[in-house]
C-alpha cells in the first residue's frame, strides 16, 4: 500500500514562496512517477507539474511555468514542489499523486486519471 501525505501548505503573501512537500511511504516510490495537482472548490482537479522516476524530466502547467520547481529526493522518499511569485490564483488545494509507470509521458503526467496513488492534500492561500 501507498500512502502519500502533503505538507507545506498554509498562508503566504503574494509575491512570497513556498515549498510543498510530500512524504511517500512504501517501497515502491523509485518506480513511480509524481505529479502536483491543485483544486479549488467548484472546479476540476488541475495539473500543477510533474517528475519522471529519473527525476531527468519534468513537465509544468503554463500557469506555474518559470516560477516553480519540482524535485524528488528517493532517499527521503519525498517530492516537493517549489512555488515562487506567488499569486492570488494559486490558492487551492494541493495534492501530490504517484503513478506507477516504467516510461514517463508528458502528456499523460498531466492528466489526473493517470495516476495510481492520491494524497489527502494541504491547502494553499495566497493573500494579503
Known amino acids: 500500500q501507498v500512502q502519500l501525505v502533503e505538507s507545506g501548505g498554509g498562508l503566504a503573501q503574494p509575491g512570497k514562496s513556498l515549498r510543498l512537500s510530500c512524504a511517500v511511504s512504501g517501497s515502491t516510490f523509485s518506480m513511480c512517477a509524481m505529479g502536483w495537482f491543485r483544486q479549488i472548490p467548484g472546479k476540476e482537479r488541475e495539473f500543477v507539474a510533474a517528475?519522471?522516476?529519473?527525476?531527468?524530466?519534468?513537465v509544468y502547467a503554463d500557469s506555474v511555468k518559470g516560477r516553480s520547481a519540482i524535485s524528488r529526493d528517493d532517499a527521503q522518499n519525498t517530492v516537493y514542489l517549489e512555488m515562487h511569485s506567488l499569486r492570488p490564483e494559486d490558492t487551492a488545494v494541493y495534492y501530490c499523486?504517484?503513478?506507477?509507470?516504467?516510461?514517463?509521458?508528458?502528456?499523460?503526467?498531466?492528466?489526473?486519471?493517470?495516476?495510481?496513488?492520491w494524497g489527502q492534500g494541504t491547502q494553499v492561500t495566497v493573500s494579503s
Open positions: 517528475i519522471s522516476r529519473s527525476g531527468a524530466e519534468t
Open positions: 499523486a504517484a503513478r506507477i509507470s516504467l516510461l514517463f509521458s508528458r502528456s499523460s503526467s498531466t492528466i489526473p486519471g493517470e495516476y495510481d496513488y
